[in-house]
T-cell receptor, first 115, second 116 residues
């Protein structure tokens, strides 16, 4: 079985300050990990993904995440928040489980960016 | 990159009627598509996996006769909500597996269904 835990349901930062959105995973197999962003009433946009290559993954819009197997974590970071980053963020895991390559999502983190 | 088009983006229907949602892969062939349901302020819950040319695989607790999935071609999967009721009101999102640009998933823009 696979699962993802997003430790914070809400994160609030000031514009220009760093962003940290936390994600821990559980998987019986070597996982693929993803971060998606969702704006209201929109689909999901891929920010970045880890698929067993480099452990530090750079994504779009200045986001990056580091895969840490020892900590089973895949936290999302950005050095400087922008107002346009305010959205819902989902961490997801996919692995070669008996259920096929299904994506399992975390419960999401709402990022608020204040002036 | 890989693009998935989902229509309609919004639909309002009366109780007891059926609604069809389409999901198309525009520039790639999608042998597998996924259908999700998302309640307000909540995460995405996988409803079913749609396989081209075969029956969909439904997740536990999802009514097969209620949510009919058809994946008749490599570029089109449809979800039909039959005999809709207000409790079916939700945000439905489709996704397709793609290997373009590396292994990953591409999502449609979602459909907001409101049953009145």
């Amino acid at each position: 079985a696979q699962s993802v835990t997003q430790l914070d349901s809400h994160v609030s930062v000031s514009e220009g300050t760093p962003v940290l959105l936390r994600c821990n995973y559980s998987s019986s197999y070597s996982p693929s990990l993803f971060w998606y962003v969702q704006h209201p009433n929109k689909g999901l946009q891929l920010l970045l993904k880890y698929t067993s290559a480099a452990t530090l993954v750079k994504g779009i819009n200045g986001f990056e995440a580091e895969f840490k197997k020892s900590e089973t974590s895949f936290h999302l970071t950005k050095p400087s928040a922008h107002m346009s980053d305010a959205a819902e963020y989902f961490c997801a895991v996919s692995g070669s489980t008996g259920g096929g390559n299904k994506l399992t999502f975390g419960t999401g983190t709402q990022l608020k960016v204040e002036l | 990159g890989a693009v998935v088009s989902q229509h309609p983006s919004r639909v309002i229907c009366k109780s007891g009627t059926s609604v069809k949602i389409e999901c198309r892969s525009l520039d790639f062939q999608a042998t597998t598509m996924f259908w999700y349901r998302q309640f307000p302020k909540q995460s995405l819950m996988l409803m079913a996996t749609s396989n081209e040319g075969s029956k969909a695989t439904y997740e536990q607790g999802v009514e097969k006769d209620k949510f009919l999935i058809n994946h008749a071609s490599l570029t089109l999967s449809t979800l039909t909500v039959t005999s809709a009721h207000p409790e079916d009101s939700s945000f439905y999102i489709c996704s397709a597996r793609t290997d373009r640009g590396g292994y990953g998933y591409t999502f449609g823009s979602g459909t907001r269904l409101t049953v009145v």
